[in-house]
């Protein structure tokens, strides 16, 4: 009788773990079939036209699609003014995730003994990502997401705090 019972027990035992295994497994491919990995391309040069779309963006932290084709956008992603030299910003990833364009920056900022350049600074890079999805978010290694300026407000913002009204 004590056989039967630790032969029951370890049944048991063995069906909760490859029930276990088996719905873990379920998760993680389905995980993977939700995030897809898309490639970008980071603007070095600016051509005169992006400058001007940048515009006055160009100061301000966020990010904003600057031009949009059928399966084509750029987008610009800012850090904000700086007081000095030696701050920096880079793509790390662009996924689609549930229908969500995810872009995954990393900043930099210089090392306290490091020389920098005393003029202010204004970080960012653009990048070039086909085929992403109308709902874009931007975040950083710290999980701080980036807000969208391409609204007309911030503009208005932006004009009036340089003009002082």
């Known amino acids: 009788m004590k056989k039967q019972w630790l032969f029951l027990a370890?049944?048991?035992?063995?069906?909760t773990s490859i029930l276990v295994v088996g719905y873990a497994k379920?998760?993680?491919?389905?995980?993977?079939?939700?995030?897809?990995?898309l490639e970008f391309e980071v603007i070095e040069k600016l051509p005169e036209d992006l400058k001007k779309a940048i515009g006055f963006v160009g100061e301000l932290r966020g990010f904003?699609?600057?031009?949009?084709t059928d399966n084509e956008s750029i987008i610009y992603i800012?850090?904000?003014?700086?007081?000095?030299?030696?701050?920096g910003i880079e793509v790390e990833s662009v996924k689609e995730v549930d229908g969500l364009t995810k872009i995954k920056v990393v900043e930099t900022s210089p090392a306290a003994d490091q020389l920098v350049t005393q003029a202010i600074?204004?970080?960012?890079?653009?990048?070039?990502?086909?085929?992403?999805?109308?709902d874009i978010q931007v975040i950083n290694e710290q999980g701080e997401v980036f807000e969208d300026i391409n609204d007309e407000t911030k503009e208005a913002e932006y004009i009036d705090s340089k003009t002082g009204k």
């Open 64 to 68: 904003g699609v600057i031009r949009s």
């Open 121 to 134: 600074t204004y970080p960012r890079v653009v990048i070039k990502v086909k085929d992403i999805t109308d």
């Open 78 to 87: 800012g850090v904000g003014e700086k007081p000095t030299g030696g701050y």
């Open 26 to 37: 379920e998760d993680i491919s389905i995980a993977a079939k939700d995030e897809v990995e």
């Open 10 to 15: 370890l049944c048991l035992v063995l069906f």
